[in-house]
């Protein structure tokens, strides 16, 4: 079974842009979650879709939105790109939301603002 | 909210011997999960162990075991045996296990610590 994937892996962008990220989740999985670590702040919780509908959604500034299509696949958008936006940003898949399913990581995208 | 916390930033183990990472955390709740991630140079999160708090007993997965004190809010991971593919950062997660509202289901990280095994 394929693992999740993220694309692209990198991403340059200049400050004021906008960029959009892709995540598609092990097959058969619903939940897809994402993620933000920078060194400085670590890891830290982005939000949650399940079944086209974000769950749960982590402190983070309204630049920043999701959404989930009816294959599971997500999204991510950012817009009017920070230079403290740069990161390596994980999506994460699991068979359904809830505490006792495991989440599997995909590779992550390296966004870089300049 | 909770927090994890990892006191260790870095480490170090010569092969073929063990070493244990430490990670508390903060919780007002009974009932939770928590985790060790692994974190290579090639940045894949890998799942390395997870214990569920009603859970007693300590979790093992091969050369890996948890040292979890429910009481104490500590959850320390050793690892036997090192080999020079462990090296990697390592972290500690918590997720409660009960929905009470946005975000309850999300991983809390800790800040990791980074792990090298020396030949």
């Known amino acids: 079974k394929a693992g999740v994937t993220q694309t692209p892996r990198y991403l340059i962008k200049t400050r004021g842009q906008q960029v959009t990220l892709s995540c598609s989740p092990i097959?058969?999985?619903?939940?897809v979650s994402w993620y933000q670590q920078t060194p400085g702040q670590g890891l830290q919780f982005l939000f949650e879709y399940f079944s086209e509908t974000q769950r749960n959604k982590g402190n983070f500034p309204g630049r920043f939105s999701g959404r989930q299509f009816s294959n599971s696949r997500s999204e991510m958008n950012v817009s009017t790109l920070e230079l403290g936006d740069s990161a390596l940003y994980l999506c994460?898949?699991?068979?359904?939301?809830?505490?006792?399913?495991?989440?599997?990581f995909g590779p992550g995208t390296r966004l870089t603002v300049t | 909210a909770q927090t994890v916390t990892q006191s260790q930033p870095e480490m170090s183990v010569q092969e073929a011997e063990t070493v244990t990472l430490s990670c508390t955390y903060d919780t007002s709740e009974s009932d939770y999960y928590l985790f060790w991630y692994k974190q290579p140079p090639s940045r894949q999160m890998i799942l390395v162990i997870r214990q569920e708090a009603y859970k007693q007993q300590n979790a093992t997965e091969n050369r890996f075991s948890v040292n979890f004190q429910k009481a104490a809010k500590s959850f320390s991971l050793k690892i036997s045996d090192s080999q020079l593919g462990d090296a990697a950062m390592y972290f500690c997660?918590?997720?409660?296990?009960?929905?009470?509202?946005?975000?309850?289901?999300?991983?809390?990280f800790g800040k990791g610590t980074k792990l090298s095994v020396i030949p």
């Open positions: 994460a898949s699991s068979f359904t939301s809830g505490s006792s399913y495991e989440q599997y």
């Open positions: 097959s058969g999985h619903r939940s």
């Open positions: 997660a918590y997720r409660s296990s009960i929905y009470s509202g946005a975000g309850s289901y999300q991983l809390t």
